[in-house]
């Protein structure tokens, strides 16, 4: 009896054994829906399919799935510990919109499908297009007899890793249009606008035609006045005779043909910057000296729209004749402020905005370019070899000159085929340095 009972013990505990197995193995294998929901920050929506992964953090094993229109993705996964994470980006009129989320959670024997996770996506912004160089201070004429200021330009460069449209993209410089001028915007030593979260544009906006696609680690120029070969009557100023090339030509905002002759006929007419005109005067005079410039980007609102809001309007000092309107900082997407050589100067753009200055001395064909973001630069893999060093470019050798302290020379660098990134800190003093020759005279 014994024996028979043993055998009998025995054959119970294997069954018990092997049903044990059996539900441990079922629950191994068992799925459970789960719905992730992208939540967005106020005022934005979902826009498109997100892929959204789930990580079982236990055992690192993972599950990628995109979002449907409204920005929910479902899951069918076994228990665990899970992270689910979503990165989206945006991009328009040069700023870079990146929405991130992530959240942990824990999916057990209980979880019901009608449970959804609740990922908050946290907004953060990036300027993708910046200004490389600033040519506003002209050169010397052939005769010795003066200068010639009427060739500015500036050059716009995507300084990320992804193509960026330049719809809404807007040009726009502060009245008072002059650093060392006498600036009635300060109140208590403040410029009275910062606390109000907006920069004053003078005079008028120059804004780009729709459907420009301006890509990763690429230029484009913008001839501000005379967009033609100047160099046929002043062999020291700028051939802007390129079909690839844009320019500032309406003549219904600006008729002043010494500003703004018929551009070269190698200019595409798809390529002309259209205009608002909201001061007085007959052209959008860019000062040589000192301006402060910045380019920005309208939000909910077309460059026209904008311009022809009354409820935007600013007098500076009262003036009716001094009319400027009022770009929310936020708006701002790059700007660099100048001053005047041996004067006494006012800083126009906000801290937010730029919180330095570079001094500019002008008739002589110098030009502000931005410096090189060394450590950013030489971290790209395909640079190697390609990178010049050795940069002798700047104006340290005059008072108030300035170089790019990264000693790499990004006009050479790019002809060696080399991608630059430009250092972009939000402070005209560490990121531009006064050039003696005009890149595009290079």
């Not at 009896?1 to 092997?18: D, E, N, P, Q, W």
């Amino acid at each position: 009896m014994i024996k028979h009972f043993s055998f009998y013990l025995l054959i119970l505990v294997l069954a018990g054994t092997i049903q044990s197995c059996q539900k441990k193995d079922d629950d191994d294998y068992k799925t459970y829906a789960v719905s992730v929901q992208l939540v967005y920050p106020d005022d934005y929506e979902v826009d498109k399919a997100v892929s959204v992964k789930l990580t079982n953090t236990g055992t690192n094993s993972a599950f990628t799935f995109e979002t449907d229109n409204k920005g929910v993705a479902v899951f069918n996964v076994p228990a665990g510990v899970y992270e689910a994470s979503a990165t989206e980006r945006r991009s328009s009129g040069g700023i870079s919109y990146n929405f991130n989320g992530l959240k942990n959670f824990t999916v057990t024997s209980n979880w019901v499908a009608t449970n959804v996770v609740s990922v908050d996506l946290l907004l953060s912004k990036a300027a993708q297009i910046i200004i490389k160089e600033l040519y506003i201070g002209g050169c010397q004429k052939n005769d010795g007899s003066g200068s010639f200021a009427m060739d500015k330009y500036v050059i716009l460069y995507n300084n990320s890793d992804d193509n960026v449209s330049l719809d809404n993209l807007c040009l726009g410089m502060v009245l008072p249009y002059n650093g060392h001028a006498t600036n009635n915007d300060y109140v208590g030593g403040k410029l009275f606008y910062e606390s109000e979260g907006w920069i004053p544009a003078g005079q008028g906006i120059w804004y780009f035609p729709g459907g420009i696609i301006l890509q990763a680690g690429k230029q484009l120029v913008v001839a501000l006045n005379n967009a033609v070969d100047n160099t046929i009557t002043y062999s020291n100023s700028i051939n802007f005779a390129n079909a690839e090339f844009y320019c500032t030509y309406d003549l219904t905002a600006y008729a002043n043909i010494t500003y703004y002759p018929s551009p070269s006929s190698a200019i595409p007419t798809s390529h002309y910057l259209s205009g608002v005109h909201f001061g007085t005067g007959n052209a959008w005079s860019l000062s040589n000296l000192s301006p402060a410039f910045f380019i920005f980007a309208t939000e909910d609102v077309t460059p026209v729209a904008f311009a022809n809001d009354a409820d935007r309007t600013s007098l500076y000092n009262g003036s009716a004749t001094q009319v400027r309107k009022k770009v929310p900082v936020e708006w701002v997407v790059d700007g660099i402020e100048v001053f005047r050589q041996g004067s006494t100067n006012y800083k126009r753009l906000t801290t937010s905005v730029d919180a330095g200055y570079i001094y500019h001395i002008n008739q002589n064909g110098y030009t502000l370019y931005r410096n090189v973001d060394k450590t950013t630069t030489e971290a790209i893999s395909g640079n190697s070899g390609k990178l010049v060093y050795n940069y002798s470019g700047g104006t340290t050798d005059l008072a108030d000159g300035t170089t790019d302290p990264s000693g790499i020379d990004a006009e050479a660098s790019v002809k060696n085929g080399a991608r630059i990134i430009y250092k972009d800190t939000n402070s005209t003093t560490n990121d531009f340095h006064q050039r003696k020759k005009a890149s595009l005279r290079n």
